[in-house]
């Protein structure tokens, strides 16, 4: 017999959501016992067996934009908006719709299980001993909590042990950037050390639907703590690749407060906290347990890492660097799955276009060759005099040379003898002193697209030090800036003449027109200052390559809500997907497509409500970003996520499995 479409569908179905594939009417479980067994007796009649019907696969996935929100609807800009959906499109021509949804974890400041039948405080802080860091200006000393979770991986291990879990164990690992005040109101950024937690998940094997049933803080005490955790990404072997960006200037670090604030709440003592211990690749390996342990890799270069994307080949980093007169950097590991060694190289940009965000060539330029051990043990020894001179007026000495530094001039020499210590520690100065382009603003996001061998890096915000030319660039483009396309290849050689050991080198970039932002002339009726419709200021970015979608978070400050777009590199379609509470930021990105048959978009926010506001003396607004919304908001912001100092960790849902 043949089957119906509605049995065919029936079965797809299914196969979707993992339920077992039973035997269709007409089909009895002894006449299926027989045909396996064989049999003496020869029948008189042999029928033609019938072809088993291959159900459908899924060939594409189309998403619907959602509209922003308005004023019209005011609650939904004070929380995380979805009104998008998704329909997939089956090799038999069938479609089927689904609608996406929002679903949280916890909102940050809950108290939520710790696995051994209490509870802890969901992005709480702890110092160097373990031990929770209070707020004191808080009558009740309270622990500091984090309103500012950003990077997250979710995965799984082959056999998990962690109790309570009913279906499947799926790991999530979440990584906590800053806190934004404290209870009196004033800033706490960077002083406090970054909290990072294993989250166990029970993932319903039906649905797919995600619950928390355990939250593990890291010890980071073996590390000396973590400092601003920002984007992060899953590595090919399933780890977590984290980040701290920002790197503190070791030179100037006597007269840096906020650093010696972090180091008094982390060690109890200001002066105790060490630079050179920060602005590195922190990696976590999540334990069958739902623990997790902690390494950090000294050899990656000291730079404000921001959401490294390894290649394929399991050994090539691509990395983001969210600095004023950053760089592009790239490092080729020694082995693959090992980070522990290998040789670092900084882009140099041959400018071909300067419209709307530019495109140039890529060269090449070999900082070093190291690992990790030998790095941390200079950074364990050395201070910033014993590595190189900085001056920031014109010594009128032929031995400095000038380079861009952070927005200003340096004139810079290097010590003798401190050639490797300068290019692993003063990565920034060493990279523009041996000729690389350190003239990138606010590089964000990179992840990469496999099949088409191109990688993609955000530009948050193109500003003055990417088109005053003071890096060796000099584009013309938004200030809402754009996502730029990498193209990939083998077969190159560095400054030196030396082939380098990679067939995933950038050799070109360019920003991709789909995603470059749009300044308004302005404010519109919002208050907007970039269009709404387009992406602007992108910062989270991951590819989903059986979507053959690149979706891509905003970090900006020229939108009112910020967005979660998706992006089809083939259609060349644009949709919004979702929109963050007005004030926010949309982190933690990571497209998953497959954990045991389901595929998931994971979307956390950071900082509701956090208003861009210009007031005059008597403290009255007078514009900015948020003027026009502020006061319908604030109240319903401060209501949905504990005062303004919450925010959430979760996911997308509603997708369908992607086999």
């Not at 569908?9 to 002894?30: F, Q, V």
């Not at 950074?379 to 000495?397: E, N």
């Not at 998953?592 to 978009?601: L, M, P, R």
Request: charged share 20%; proline share 5%.
């Amino acid at each position: 017999m043949t089957e119906s479409f509605d049995a065919s569908r029936r079965r797809l179905i299914k196969y979707l959501t993992g339920a077992p594939l039973l035997p269709l009417a007409g089909g009895s479980a002894a006449s299926m016992l027989l045909s396996a067994c064989g049999s003496t007796e020869t029948p008189a009649t042999v029928p033609a067996p019938t072809p088993t019907p291959v159900p459908p696969t899924l060939a594409s996935v189309t998403f619907t934009s959602m509209a922003a929100p308005s004023l019209a609807d005011a609650a939904k800009m004070a929380t995380t908006t979805v009104g998008s959906s998704l329909t997939a499109n089956f090799s038999d021509g069938s479609k089927q719709a689904y609608a996406l949804k929002y679903e949280t974890f916890f909102i940050t400041g809950a108290q939520v299980p710790n696995g051994s039948g209490g509870t802890i405080l969901s992005g709480g802080y702890y110092d160097i001993n373990n031990k929770p860091i209070l707020d004191t200006t808080d009558a009740g000393k309270r622990q500091f909590f984090s309103d500012c979770p950003d990077g997250t991986s979710l995965l799984k291990l082959d056999n998990p042990a962690v109790a309570g879990v009913t279906g499947n164990t799926v790991f999530a690992v979440v990584q906590f950037e800053y806190t934004t005040r404290n209870v009196k109101g004033d800033s706490m950024y960077g002083m406090l050390p970054s909290p990072i937690a294993v989250l166990t998940l029970d993932q319903d094997k039906t649905t797919g639907a995600l619950k928390l049933v355990k939250y593990h803080n890291v010890d980071t005490s073996g590390v000396n703590g973590l400092w601003i955790t920002c984007g992060a990404s899953r590595s090919p072997w399933n780890t977590h690749l984290s980040s701290e960006e920002y790197e503190p200037d070791a030179t100037t670090i006597a007269t840096n407060a906020q650093f010696q604030n972090f180091s008094q709440n982390l060690y109890g003592d200001a002066a105790k906290a060490n630079p050179y211990h920060y602005g590195h690749l922190p990696e976590i390996t999540v334990n069958p347990d739902g623990t997790g342990s902690i390494k950090k890799h000294y050899c990656m270069g000291r730079i404000s890492h921001e959401l490294v994307q390894v290649m394929p080949d399991e050994r090539t980093a691509l990395m983001g660097d969210d600095a004023t007169n950053g760089g592009l950097f790239m490092f080729v590991a020694d082995k693959a799955r090992d980070l522990s060694s290998g040789t670092l190289y900084v882009a140099k940009w041959a400018q071909k276009t300067t419209e709307n965000g530019g495109s140039a060539d890529l060269a090449w330029i070999k900082l070093g060759k190291a690992t990790s051990a030998e790095i941390k043990a200079l950074a364990d020894t050395l201070k910033a005099a014993d590595i190189i001179s900085v001056k920031t007026t014109d010594p009128a000495d032929a031995s400095y040379t000038k380079i861009p530094f952070s927005g200003k001039t340096n004139w810079v020499k290097v010590l003798p003898g401190q050639e490797k210590a300068a290019a692993f520690l003063e990565t920034h100065r060493y990279a523009a002193l041996k000729g690389g382009s350190m003239g990138f603003t606010k590089m964000e996001g990179t992840t990469v697209n496999a099949k088409d061998k191109i990688a993609y890096s955000a530009i948050s915000y193109i500003a003055t030090a990417m088109t005053n030319g003071s890096g060796g660039i000099a584009v013309k483009g938004p200030n809402a800036g754009a996502v730029y396309a990498l193209n990939l290849k083998g077969g190159q050689k560095d400054d030196t003449g030396a082939a380098i050991d990679s067939e995933w080198v950038p050799v070109d970039m360019g920003a991709v027109a789909a995603l470059t932002g749009e300044d308004l002339a302005a404010p519109d009726a919002l208050g907007n200052l970039a269009n709404p419709e387009k992406v602007a200021n992108p910062d989270n970015i991951k590819f989903s390559e059986k979507l053959r979608t690149l979706f891509v978070g905003e970090d900006s400050g020229l939108h009112v809500n910020n967005f979660l777009w998706a992006y089809n590199v083939d259609t060349k379609t644009l949709t919004r997907l979702l929109s963050t509470p007005s004030g926010a930021e949309s982190t933690g990105l990571h497209a998953v497509d497959d954990i045991n048959g389901f595929a998931y978009i994971m979307s956390n926010f950071q900082h509701p409500g956090d208003w861009e506001l210009t007031k005059d003396a008597s403290g009255n607004v007078t514009g900015g970003l948020h003027s026009k919304v502020v006061t319908t908001l604030d109240p319903l912001i401060r209501a949905n996520y504990r005062d303004r100092f919450g925010a959430a960790v979760g996911y997308l849902t509603g997708l369908p499995a992607l086999k």
